[in-house]
């Protein structure tokens, strides 16, 4: 595609309840991060990949968070018994290598709100 | 352990005016810094990065390691430059951070 696509762009859902939300990528990065934005906040990273494999995971807020990427494309970030701290714009971005070599383009962003 | 802090959270200028959005960074390497901009219902977006030494949109930014500086400058403030601005610090192990942010209001 021609940019970085996060789905669905807005979700509700009620506490406890688990979501997944989906980024794919430009095609051909090889590098995908996952950041979340509050209210108030900067954005906050989460977890980056290099192909498949996740060399940081240290974002990660909780054991209810996990993300995986599969065929060096799309990823999954899911939450599991979401609580309403959840709630915030969950946003992927891609890039060739890494941020140091090439810029990192950002994806629309997920709206998640924990009710 | 990296720190990016943006002081202001809005700043209001008139067209025209200069602008000048601060930021500080923690980082005990050599840091690559960046700045990154969201207009209005679009995406985040690279404006510039300090290896570059180019002027984006009229933006310019220095490093000042001295200071720990990386501000954002404009001399001549337009209307389309109204959005949110972040800086971001590339310190290693392929982890952007950002600060809080700072959003940029161009008044007519």
């Known amino acids: 595609g021609a940019g970085v696509s996060q789905s669905p762009s807005n979700k509700v859902t009620e506490k406890g309840k688990d979501v997944e939300l989906r980024c794919d990528p430009i095609?051909?990065?090889?590098?995908l991060y996952w950041y979340r934005q509050s209210l108030g906040q900067g954005l906050e990273f989460l977890i980056y990949?290099?192909?498949?494999?996740?060399?940081?995971k240290s974002g990660l807020p909780s054991d209810r968070f996990s993300a995986e990427r599969t065929g060096g494309s799309v990823s999954t970030l899911t939450i599991q018994r979401t609580q309403q701290e959840d709630s915030a714009v969950y946003l992927c971005?891609?890039?060739?290598?890494?941020?140091?070599?090439?810029?990192?383009?950002f994806g629309q962003g997920t709206r998640l709100t924990v009710v | 352990a990296q720190r990016v802090t943006q002081p202001e959270k809005l700043l209001s200028v008139f067209k025209g005016a200069p602008v000048e959005l601060k930021c500080n960074y923690s980082?005990?390497?050599?840091?690559?810094l960046f700045w990154y901009v969201q207009y209005s219902r679009q995406r985040l977006q690279l404006l510039l990065r300090?290896?570059s030494r180019e002027s984006i949109k009229g933006f310019t930014a220095d490093l000042n390691k001295g200071e720990t500086s990386f501000h954002l400058k404009k001399p001549f403030a337009q209307e389309e430059d109204s959005a949110m601005y972040y800086c971001?610090?590339?310190?290693?192990?392929?982890?952007?951070?950002f600060g809080t942010g700072t959003q940029l209001k161009v008044e007519l």
């Open positions: 971005a891609s890039s060739l290598y890494g941020y140091q070599n090439t810029e990192a383009f």
């Open positions: 095609s051909g990065h090889t590098a």
């Open positions: 990949f290099q192909g498949n494999s996740a060399p940081d």
């Open positions: 980082y005990s390497g050599s840091p690559e």
């Open positions: 300090h290896i």
């Open positions: 971001a610090l590339w310190g290693g192990g392929n982890k952007l951070t």
